[in-house]
């Protein structure tokens, strides 16, 4: 029916809503892989963490290391697309010292009903500082197939991830050398792990030295069979064909590769053994952290449309059993099995949306965990509706694998503690009005056997319950007839006796020109970004674990991050200009230098000033 105009829509595995293209140029953190909202250790593709509270709130296995999770790809976020002509996105960034990222999407229609996706990323970035260097590739293919009569659906998934990065452990402490003049190329600042390096700029070296190497490799099929009532829509020229299911039956096949690997070719023996007690038979030996699993999920559903002409009010129930094997670093057999459940109705008139959802897992490796979440959203306002929402997760979980005794990254503990499954809660209340540009929200976490990483490698858990409240305001105010400032502004607070430390206050503003300076066919943006945070003691970070820990002694005190940007699109070609870490600007006997560096975590600084460009073009055919 579209066969005369130019249609992309494209929707996600567990959704059954169409979503657009996203063709906006003011806020670049839309396209870059961490967002605003995180810190990360200096480079890109480097160990990143939220700065807002978030906990970990999905039942079931977990490998843990989640430092990495901002360049993973996920089942979850895969795109299905439908469109009229084949489209495809070139992506390019370059940033200083050779950062690049490719990112490459091909989408098209086979016939009316079947389209096939196609995306690789590539981030490389050598890093400001030695050993920092990360080169990460992404893979992803996907193909959605519906049948002409839409009874039947098939969709297939395969996806790749293969992320590396190099760890130093930190700048090191036995001299100032950031305010030292002769250590104005931070590149031969000394380090504390991976040896002396030298700096290249090939990207297409993919080895790392010194660091994490996490790979995995996931393939889901899944198929779905409908039974309505058949229907027709007739025009001048074509009788289109419509389907109302009723009844729908759903199968989806799950294997995945899994594999998370810590290599030290140089070791320094006098850091692991005061950092993690390791003790290595040489001066220099190889430290090798590895762990590996395979995985095999069968998951049966079966849902029930109460109203055959809303698809997105159902009742779903399921089940599924999933098994999985650890070859590394000794063979291991696990299994679950688990049940869901599921209801959801965005009411025709668009008023309601309801959401129920819940797993139980009976028995195997996590029994006892569960989810339970509740959503309710509701359209408010008449001429320029926004709307209201509240929702209630409740978790119980088993800690993730790395403190499970078959886990190569669970060093020996003192005292040899045991772990209790954690529980989380969280309570949620949001409005939004586009008319006032106005966004509040408003998050309580209730929390008890909370499991975090004590120093470099010592896993504890705080059983005593404590809270954490965190709010937030999303305002743009009109400055003039085309000035705009955006401004975030988030307040944490830790209620009770817990391993967390939060900044109190965390603000992100942007202040800039939005329009088209005169020219038609021209969009652009330019103006100043800013991002800034209380001081805090801001959590340490593990190299061997790839993980954030807590620590209590070290406060970090930033200047805020300043940026200046262009963004500009003119049709289907946009392009990035932005100078980062101007705050990092000194004035000193040789004259301004961008040496006066804010600080991530704990020994690690971000760069100085750079400079980062880059350039979106789409194709349709």
Request: charged letters at 20%; aromatic letters at 16%; hydrophobic letters at 35%.
């Amino acid at each position: 029916k579209n066969e005369d105009s130019i249609t992309i829509r494209f929707r996600y595995l567990d959704s059954t809503r169409n979503f657009s293209l996203d063709s906006s140029i003011n806020d670049f953190t839309r396209r870059f892989p961490i967002p605003a909202t995180h810190v990360f250790l200096g480079n890109t593709g480097g160990p990143s963490r939220p700065i807002l509270f978030t906990p970990f709130l999905q039942p079931g296995f977990d490998p843990g290391f989640h430092a990495l999770d901002n360049y993973k790809w996920t089942t979850d976020r895969v795109r299905f697309f439908n469109t009229t002509r084949p489209y495809t996105e070139l992506n390019y960034e370059l940033a200083s010292k050779s950062e690049q990222i490719i990112d490459i999407i091909h989408t098209q229609n086979i016939r009316p009903t079947w389209n096939f996706l196609l995306q690789y990323r590539m981030i490389n970035a050598p890093g400001y500082f030695q050993n920092q260097k990360t080169n990460h590739n992404n893979y992803l293919f996907s193909s959605w197939f519906q049948t002409v009569n839409k009874r039947y659906n098939a969709f297939l998934v395969l996806l790749g991830n293969k992320l590396q990065a190099g760890e130093n452990g930190g700048i090191s402490t036995a001299a100032d050398y950031l305010h030292d003049p002769d250590y104005n190329d931070r590149y031969i600042i000394p380090v504390n792990i991976g040896g002396n390096q030298g700096f290249t700029r090939n990207f297409f070296s993919t080895d790392v030295g010194t660091g994490n190497r996490y790979t995995d490799f996931i393939m889901v099929f899944r198929q779905q069979l409908d039974f309505g009532k058949k229907d027709s829509l007739v025009t001048d020229s074509t009788v289109i064909p419509l389907f109302f299911p009723r009844v729908r039956f759903e199968h989806s096949f799950q294997y995945g590769k899994y594999s998370r690997e810590f290599r030290d070719d140089v070791a320094d023996s006098v850091y692991y053994q005061s950092n993690y007690q390791l003790t290595l038979p040489d001066a220099e030996d190889t430290v090798l952290l590895s762990n590996q699993w395979t995985e095999v999920l069968n998951d049966f559903s079966i849902y029930q449309f109460p109203d055959a002409k809303n698809l997105q009010q159902f009742i779903r129930l399921g089940a599924a059993v999933q098994n999985l094997s650890q070859s590394v670093p000794a063979k291991h057999n696990y299994y679950n099995v688990f049940g869901h459940a599921e209801y959801r109705n965005k009411t025709r008139n668009q008023r309601w949306d309801l959401e129920l959802n819940g797993k139980l897992y009976f028995t195997g490796m996590n029994a006892g965990d569960y989810l339970a979440h509740a959503s309710i959203q509701r359209a408010v306002g008449r001429k320029i509706p926004g709307y209201a929402q509240l929702s209630f997760t409740n978790v119980n979980r088993e800690p993730s694998f790395t403190v499970n005794s078959n886990s190569a990254f669970l060093l020996p503990q003192p005292g040899s503690p045991s772990f209790k499954k954690e529980n989380s809660t969280r309570l949620a209340a949001s409005i939004y009005q586009p008319s006032l540009r106005l966004r509040l929200s408003g998050q309580y976490y209730l929390l008890t056997n909370y499991t975090y990483l004590s120093r470099y490698y010592e896993w504890q858990q705080s059983s005593s319950l404590f809270n954490v409240l965190v709010l937030s305001a999303e305002k743009s105010f009109r400055l003039g007839k085309r000035w705009y400032w955006h401004t975030d502004l988030y307040f944490q607070q830790k209620i009770g006796s817990a391993p967390v430390n939060l900044p109190q206050l965390f603000t992100r503003n942007r202040i800039g020109y939005e329009g088209t300076l005169g020219f038609k066919r021209l969009n652009i943006a330019f103006g100043l970004e800013s991002r800034y945070h209380t001081p805090y003691r801001a959590d340490g970070y593990s190299p061997a674990m790839g993980e954030f820990y807590y620590q209590d002694s070290v406060r970090i005190s930033n200047r805020p991050d300043l940026a200046v940007y262009m963004h500009f699109r003119i049709r289907s070609f946009k392009a990035y200009v932005r100078l980062e870490n101007l705050n990092a600007a000194s004035v000193g006997s040789s004259g301004i230098l961008f040496t006066h560096n804010n600080f991530a975590a704990p020994d690690y600084p971000y760069p100085g000033m750079l400079l980062r460009v880059g350039v979106y073009w789409n194709f349709i055919n």
